[in-house]
């Protein structure tokens, strides 16, 4: 699995494919996320961003092959292993941004609260930042796996399942995400700081069922 995944991240460097998704998310951080602002609050602003580049990374990689390629490389490790190894890519790649954005954020922003005057602990504060932006990476990829090849394959109704999934996990009450970007904006108001861990053991088992669906029909529909 590692020669396989080492080889779809070759692929995906190489399209310079995900530059869009990485170049907007730096964007909306810029933007939304200035120096100051209250710790938790922009941590689940980064979080939140995150999901959907995740998302927008999955179907990326799951298309980025050639159909030729494809089939060669399904045909040598079986279509489940191959498929399989393309979502992890993304997921390394959600998760390398994600955190690279929570360490970035807690550095610019004041360990204070949403009054800013409470005064809140930076380690634990990104500690917690990292869990969401986790958990946010996990659900992404898990709605980037299900809104693309093989569960869908027309483009249209690929992408605007995709942009309606992943809103829905972001505002949907009892969603992994909105639980855990939840909870850092409410302990922003509190001065305490969460620890996401439910929300992010749900998102584990969430994108574990989608990653074993979307390799399950990816196996049977290339017999």
Do not use: K, N
């Amino acid at each position: 699995m590692t020669a396989l995944m080492g080889y779809h991240a070759a692929l995906l460097l190489r399209s310079q494919r995900w530059l869009p998704p990485f170049l907007l998310y730096a964007a909306f951080l810029a933007i939304s996320v200035q120096a100051g602002q209250p710790v938790l609050d922009s941590l689940g602003y980064a979080a939140a961003a995150l999901l959907p580049v995740a998302a927008w990374l999955a179907r990326i990689c799951v298309t980025a092959e050639p159909q030729a390629a494809r089939g060669c490389v399904a045909a040598a490790v079986g279509p489940a292993r191959a498929h399989v190894a393309c979502l992890l890519v993304a997921l390394s790649g959600a998760v390398t941004l994600g955190t690279v954005a929570a360490l970035g954020v807690t550095l610019l922003s004041a360990p204070v609260a949403s009054d800013h005057r409470t005064p809140v602990p930076l380690a634990p504060a990104c500690g917690a930042g990292l869990l969401a932006a986790l958990a946010c990476a996990l659900l992404g990829t898990a709605v980037g796996a299900l809104t693309s090849r093989p569960l869908l394959r027309s483009r249209a109704r690929a992408v605007l399942a995709l942009l309606l999934a992943a809103l829905l996990s972001l505002v949907a009450t009892g969603s992994p995400a909105q639980a855990a970007v939840q909870g850092l904006v409410t302990g922003s108001r509190s001065g305490t700081v969460p620890l996401p861990l439910l929300p992010l053991a749900a998102a584990v088992l969430v994108t574990a069922a989608a990653l074993a669906l979307a390799g399950a029909l990816a196996a049977r529909r290339s017999t």
